[in-house]
C-alpha cells in the first residue's frame, strides 16, 4: 500500500509499505518527532490516535477498529505536541464544512453548525461545555443523512478529536490553551486560517 506521511516528521513523503505493516514502524521510517503524542490516521475523514494506540498496531483495518480509526487513504500525519489539537482540528473541519456540495440539509446546514460549535471549543475565550453537548448531539443528528459520506467523514473526525483530546477541551474551558495554531494539517487557501 501507499502511505503518505507527514506533519511532525523528518521525511515526509509516499512510503510504499507492505499491507499490515506497523502504524508506528512506517511513523518510525519517516523519522517522527518524539515530541509527538497525536496522530491523525486515515486524512480528514479519518481519526485522531493517541501515541500509544499507534504502538503495537498495524495499519490495517483490523488492527485499527479498537482504537476507532482505520487506514483510509492511507494518510497518516504526526501532530507535535507544540500544537493545540482542536484548534489545528476546527480548521479542517470549517474547510470540510464549506466543501459540501450543498445538496442535502443535514450536511449544509449541519456541517456549517458543527463548524462553528468547534470553532467555538477551539478558542479558550468561547469554549462552553453547552457547545461540547451541543456537538455530540448534532453529530448523532448528522451522521447518515447525507446522499454521501461526507458529513458522516465530517462527524468522525470530530468526535475522535472530542475523544483524543478530551483533557485539552476542559483546558480551554477554564479558559487556557496548552498549544496554539501551527497550520499542520494543510489546507486549500480557502479556510478560515487564510482569512
Ligand atoms: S451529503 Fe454529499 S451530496 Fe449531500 S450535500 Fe453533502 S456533499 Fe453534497
Keep these: 500500500m501507499l502511505v503518505t506521511v507527514s506533519g511532525s516528521v523528518a521525511r515526509a513523503g509516499v512510503y510504499e509499505a507492505p499491507i499490515g505493516v506497523g502504524l508506528a514502524d512506517v511513523l518510525e ?21 493517541t501515541r500509544q494506540d499507534a504502538d503495537g498496531r498495524a495499519l490495517s483495518r483490523a488492527s485499527l477498529a479498537s482504537s476507532g480509526a482505520s487506514p483510509g487513504a492511507g494518510v497518516i500525519l504526526a501532530l507535535p505536541n507544540s500544537a493545540c489539537g482542536i484548534r489545528e482540528t476546527a480548521e479542517a473541519v470549517d474547510w470540510l464544512a ?37 456537538l455530540v448531539r448534532w453529530c448523532s443528528e448528522i451522521e447518515g443523512r447525507g446522499a454521501c459520506r461526507h458529513p ?20 480551554h474551558r477554564r479558559g487556557r490553551c496548552s498549544g496554539s495554531y501551527e497550520g499542520w494539517l494543510p489546507l486549500p487557501l480557502t479556510g478560515r486560517a487564510s482569512r
Design 152 to 171: 458522516d467523514g465530517v462527524v468522525k473526525l470530530v468526535r475522535s478529536s472530542l475523544h483524543v483530546f478530551a483533557s485539552e477541551v476542559e483546558v
Design 98 to 134: 464549506g466543501a459540501s456540495s450543498g445538496q442535502c440539509g443535514p450536511c449544509v446546514h449541519g456541517l456549517a453548525a458543527v463548524a462553528a460549535c468547534v470553532a467555538q471549543l477551539a478558542s479558550p475565550a468561547t469554549a462552553h461545555r453547552a457547545d461540547l453537548e451541543r
Design 29 to 49: 521510517a519517516a523519522g517522527w518527532s518524539a515530541e509527538t503524542d497525536f496522530i491523525l490516521v486515515g486524512g480528514y475523514f479519518g481519526s485522531w490516535v
